[in-house]
């Protein structure tokens, strides 16, 4: 199995910057991508970022150009660097890990989540 845990959240005002951490421990090599997503109160979960077990990135349309994702060389931490940061990218933001298990079933596992609050 595989646990993650995210980290790095707070209060920015808009054009600031945060930097958040997801530490996965467990099965780490069966791990074959790491997505960002992140939800509001009130709506639905949606797709940020994600990165892949060969270092293939993608970014949803309303945060490319201002965050990026990243993984260190111990494949321990996958990082996602936010820039330019609005009103509207307040959200609870959560790593997601899709992984394979016995007989080369998928599986996915979640963090808790870490607040992220953009406002003057």
């Known amino acids: 199995q595989v646990q993650l845990v995210e980290s790095g959240g707070g209060l920015v005002q808009p054009g600031g910057s ?14 074959n991508a790491v997505g960002w997503y ?22 949803a349309d309303s945060v490319r150009g201002r ?11 996958v990082y996602l660097q936010m820039n330019s940061l609005k009103p509207e990218d307040t959200a609870t933001y959560y790593c997601n890990a899709v992984y394979r ?7 996915n596992s979640w963090g808790q989540g870490t607040q992220v609050t953009v406002s003057s």
Not at 101 to 107: A, H, L
């Open 67 to 77: 965050f990026t994702i990243s993984r260190d060389n111990t494949r321990t931490t």
């Open 38 to 59: 992140r939800q509001a109160p009130g709506k639905q979960r949606e797709y940020v970022a994600s990165i892949s077990n060969i270092g293939a990135t993608a970014y």
């Open 101 to 107: 298990g016995t007989n080369s079933r998928s599986f």
């Open 18 to 31: 945060l930097r958040l951490s997801c530490v996965a421990s467990g099965s780490i090599f069966s791990i």
